[in-house]
């Protein structure tokens, strides 16, 4: 134990010569040369399949020709970056993204959480697992299938508006799919829907971890199963929580194209239109490679600044942070 | 005999109650595409909601079965999925534990990691990597450029980071090396995690559209993701605004063979979770000390 | 008669080498060859090199398997390597586009006629395909082309790409005759009599089963289909004019004005697809095939026999009528032409360098293209016979018209399968008889009087055709959605009709009049009168 805490920082010892600390570091290195060994593989993908790649990314600083290649594509400095903010409609979009993705941390971010902990709390085991297998199935169904579901269920001439009609004698006819006021929430409740379940089994995973014991223990002093929950559960899966949600805000500037795209209409366009699916209409169907990288970019900026912070921020609460 | 409280009968029957709830609503669905894939078109088109097929038949089956492109597909994703999770398994869990130890270097790898999650090269230059690499049109290419997800590594490696320092430490006392102490110590304990992540990377193999598109040219070698996209949305993309496709494109195929399509490209892959589920429900002591 | 056909192609081959060898600038590329072709005769040796022949295109459904008949007839008889690859079309943009990113692209491409504008425009430009334009005279299929269809892909006055063929047929507004008869209905011959027909579909029960549960109009997502019934209502095509004489497109004239009008009314009257906001193309076509809309569209090449079928066993008496244009306020009566095209295919800029595999290549797509009369579409013809995969194995003949396997296409029975090109070029549209081609009365007779009618009328060229507008090509796309999602909007009530006006400024203001101006200064022909034909 004592190696490990003293590792963490090997360059506060003020009494340390150049010559003896770098001995000392590779003393250590081959200490722990198995665990370079099992770094490795890793690391080589990493660098082949990642970083590589980001060489690429200046394309998104040059006016990209395929038949020219990345090296001989003229150069044309912030120009791409300049073009997503050339218009004022950005603006509303890059909004409309922000209050999706916040709408999903704050409702979709916390349901994997309560479900898993709901399951935690079932004693029968064949009900668990039967259950646990049942919430997740949605999962599996792509974006495609799932708003043509949901179509079929709320058109305006869909099974919903029927049942409102016919059973509780409504005069009007709903437009779930095509009133703005509608937009967001349907596609909070298709998210929670679809991916709700699926989120549970990373909490259940760390949840199992928990030492029975601590339980009995409660038992005996007479915790309700609230304070159960909060005292030993939230505990248990709370490191979990905090790195998902670091991981989350990351892609705060990512709301899933497909799933809006495909519910995208004249009626909730003003609302709707997102930084993914106002780069498609704006031109990605052309082939413009710089265009749609420099995006990328932007997005990958955001993210990077807010997983910075957060993860600081949790680093200060005394949280171990992501990296 | 412990008598239960009142409260606590009253929140296990509110607990139950609810979920029942929750699993009805995600199970409708799909008890509409069952009933919808085993009733005639006709039936489908006579009524409004089919919740159960009153004449059965497994024609939208036998028509989709007898594709050669789906069970080919269907070959070549299973094939995927084996291969693709084990070497997962390997690259991730290898970095992860190596990341979890308080090795020089830790937090500047931690940090690429990070960092290549927020920042993706993008399409082009990974497609020309790819490219490079000389993995186009083989099912290599499906499996090594995803070889480690960036956020399952990260997830791993916390779960590894919540082992007791103890339990190294008795290792090391054994005289074991640190190889060792991963494979006969970290990993047995690990089981639930890597289940977990067994089945994430299952699944995302399973449900990869993309880089098959991408990276595979011949159309024996494609997923299921990829024939079963052509059945379900075919109808999605003709007729829109250009307005000379329209006639262009055979009608997608009825629901009834939709419906089975979907089912039929879902239910390997769903089949998978009840064999992992033992692993997770066996409980670990595992950042019991952090509790 | 194949042997025959093969030496007029080699001899048409062997003259465009030395054509091409004289017009080309720099001799490299020939003199390269040469010493391969040591004593022999050039054209010997060269025949029998087997050339690596790839390709990329989409296909809707199935595509046909790597290695069938099919394909070893190919290369058998183009003696040539042929490495098709197909993607399905709902997944050819994001391939096409990966593919063009590595700058590394197939010997054929086939694009889409939406590429045409974008794509295609864009890496013609860079320099991507060849030149097409000096071979046209050597291949009889290239020859057929009206000029008027290279016009259409010419990119900076170069023709890069190989148009595919299709008819000048647009669609045509379709009608449930039995619903008119049952409630004493005349044919419609104008925009106030369809809306009186939609609403009587709505309200009188034109099935007669006592429900009110069928209404007029099928329509869906973006206002498709549009129901032109001329170019005066047509919004793709250019016809009414500005102040200043300037065409201006149809999607702001007063036709569309009419057009969206109309469709407010229906739409309060409940005589029109209640979710037309939502529904994609096909389920648009359901409206209508379940017996629920009684009013759709048509044409001869494309309908569907396998939802007609669908229709006809609900509703067994279903007839069907078309309607032929209306006469429009300025007087006139007819259609717009359709582009004559539909996909387009693409030879890769490098193939100049080898100018025998380009011959072979060519070659294999004028085969491709070869259109066969009506009368030798059987076995005798031993081109058509080989091409369908031969007679008893890829095709039948029925009562005179051959029939495909049904494992025709997913086994890869034939050569046709796997062509990028593998519509034939019929010199005139009426040479192809699409009615024969379907299989129920009630649907071969609409689409015979869908064809009769194209016989008599006149036929509006839209004048913007192989015209370029830079903005257009920039951010047309985009605009026209604005336009069309406003529209959607007023035919809802949601935005007033009466801010016609206003929305005509947005499109202006919004680089619309750039648009206008762009595609006006290439417009000769001021007078729309003597654009039909």
Redesign the interface.
Known sequence: METLVQGTEPGKKPTATKASRGKRIRARMWKDRYLYLLLLPGLLYFIVYRYVPMLGITIAFKDY?????IVDSPWTGLDNFRRIFESSEVVQVIWNTLIISFLQIIFAFPAPIILAIMLNEVANPLLKRVMQSVVYMPHFLSWVVVVGIV?IFF???GLVNDLLREAFGAQQ?IGF??EPQYFRPFLILEVIWKEAGWGTIIFLAALSGVNPALYEAAVMDGASRFRQIWHITLPAIRSTIIIMLIIRLGDVLEVGFEQVFLQL???N?HIGNTLDTYVY???I???D?SFSTAVGVFKGLVGLILVMGANKLSKRFGEQGVY | MNQKSIAERLFNSVNIGLLLLISALMLFPFLYLFSVSFSS??DF??SRLLLWPSNWTTDAYEYIWS???FRQALWTTSLVTVLGTLVNLFFTSTMAYALSRPIIGQRSVMFMVVFSLLFSAG??PT??VV?ATGLLDSIWSLILPVAIAPFNLIVIRQFFLNIPGEMIEAGIVDGANDLQIFYKIILPLSKPALAAFSLFYAVTHWNN??AP??YI????KWTIQ??L??IV????????????????????PPETIQMAAILMATLPILIVYPFLQKHFAKGVMLGAVKG | MSKKRMITMMMAALLSVSLAACGQSSPGPKSAEQPQEGGKAPTEGEAKQTYTVTAIDYR???????SSPGLTMINERFNVKYEP???????F??????T?????IPDMIGL???DVK??YN??AK???FLDIEPYIQEYPTLKLVPDFIWDAVRVDGKIYAIPQY?PKYQ?VTVIRKDWLDKLGLEVPTNYEQLKEVAIAFTNNDPDGNGKKDTYGLAI???I???FNQGPYWDP?AWYHQDEAGNYIPGMIGNGRKEFITMLSELYKAGAMT??Y?????????KEFY?GKAGIFIG?P????Q??MD?LL??HPDAQFVSLGPFKDAYGNQGLTS??GF??ITLLSAKLASKPEKLKRILTMIDFGRTFYPEDSRNESNADFDWWSGKIGVGYEMKDGVPVNKENFA??GLAPSTYFVDNTAWAPQDFDNDYSITYQTKQLSDLVESIEAMYKEIKLYANPITGLESATDN?KG??L??YV???Q??MI?G?RPVSEWDQLVQEYLSKGGADIIAEYNAGITEKDPKALFK
């Open positions: 020709s395929p038949f020219m290649g179509t058109r305006n001439e006819t799919l095509t209409n004249a009626f366009m209409f704006k031109g169907q052309q082939s490679y | 078109y006709e088109l006579g594709s050669r492109t399409m082009i497609y020309l490219q559209y993309f598109i991408l040219n011949d159309s024996s990829v024939v996209r052509q949305v075919v109808g999605e993309t003709t007729g829109t605004l250009g307005g000379d496709n329209m006639f262009a494109a055979q009608p997608p | 809707y459904g199935d595509p046909p398997p790597s690859t197909f993607v399905p079309n709902t997944a943009d994001e391939k096409i586009n990966a063009f990113a590595s700058g590394k889409m006629t939406a974008n794509r864009k890496f860079q320099g991507a299709a669609v869906g997502q973006d498709n289909p549009n793709d209640k979710d906001a939502i529904l994609n193309w096909a389920d648009t076509n379940s044409t090449r494309g309908m569907s396998e939802y669908g066993a609900i359709g582009a539909n996909g997913s086994d920039a796309a985009e026209k959605k069309m999602d406003e959607v909007k809802a949601t």
